[in-house]
């Protein structure tokens, strides 16, 4: 059964730092993984979506990168803003249109002003 | 496009009730998902429909919960007999059967409260 770690649960950084958040992975059979954000009370919003062929994606501030063969992505955000407060979620495919995502418990993120 | 809608946005029930949600894809989207999130949890997946073929359902789908796609198009998903335990804030995505990314859009959710 694959399981979804993220690291670590919360954060809290100063604006204008660059951070780092992780996900791990236990099965490295995936077809893609995604990485959402999640305002309070809210439902998600896709940033980016790796290809199990691919090692990266960037949006913007954001960098997303994926090693499959050890099961971890990270998720960089450059110069973190205030806005940037979510918590942010990892998930991964397993393919064939069976299971949908299976999702890590996110890192809730805050950023001080 | 206007992106996933659910109806409700919220839904307050009494236990023993039974309660109906409603999910309308990105247009053309032939892929459907629900899933349930508790309160600090990530969102676990519950059943998934290709066109109006339900393909999979998770063992979290008791015989309490019914899904259906009936024209391929808008979704539902009523859970009859409400317990506590459904409290939960149910979400719904799609995504396009055609080519190969397979990347899943969400809805705003909807969040039910059993009383």
């Known amino acids: 059964k694959q399981e979804v770690t993220q690291i670590p649960a919360a954060l809290s950084v100063p604006e204008g730092e660059n951070l780092v958040l992780n996900c791990s992975f236990t099965d490295s059979a995936i077809y893609n993984l995604q990485w959402f954000r999640q305002d309070p009370g809210k439902g998600l919003t896709s940033l980016l979506l790796i290809q199990s062929s691919q090692r990266e994606q960037t949006s913007g501030r954001l960098n997303a990168s994926l090693d499959k063969s050890s099961g971890r992505s990270t998720l960089y955000i450059a110069a973190s803003q205030p806005g940037d407060s979510a918590t942010y979620l990892c998930?991964?495919?397993?393919?064939?249109?069976?299971?949908?995502?299976?999702f890590g418990k996110g890192t809730h993120l805050i950023i001080q002003p | 496009d206007t992106g996933v809608s659910q109806n409700p946005r919220h839904k307050i029930t009494k236990r023993g009730q039974n309660v109906t949600f409603r999910c309308d894809p990105i247009?053309?989207?032939?892929?459907l998902y629900w899933y349930r999130q508790t309160l600090g949890q990530g969102p676990e997946f519950l059943t998934y429909f290709q066109n109006e073929a339900q393909l999979e359902k998770s063992r979290l789908l008791s015989d309490r919960f019914s899904a259906e796609r009936p024209k391929g198009s808008f979704s539902t998903l009523e859970i009859q007999r409400t317990e506590q335990g459904d409290s939960a804030m149910y979400l719904c995505?799609?995504?396009?059967?055609?080519?190969?990314?397979?990347?899943?859009?969400f809805g705003p959710g909807t969040r039910l409260t059993v009383l």
């Open positions: 995505a799609s995504s396009p059967l055609a080519g190969a990314i397979h990347e899943q859009f």
């Open positions: 998930a991964v495919y397993r393919g064939g249109g069976a299971d949908g995502l299976t």
């Open positions: 247009s053309e989207h032939n892929r």
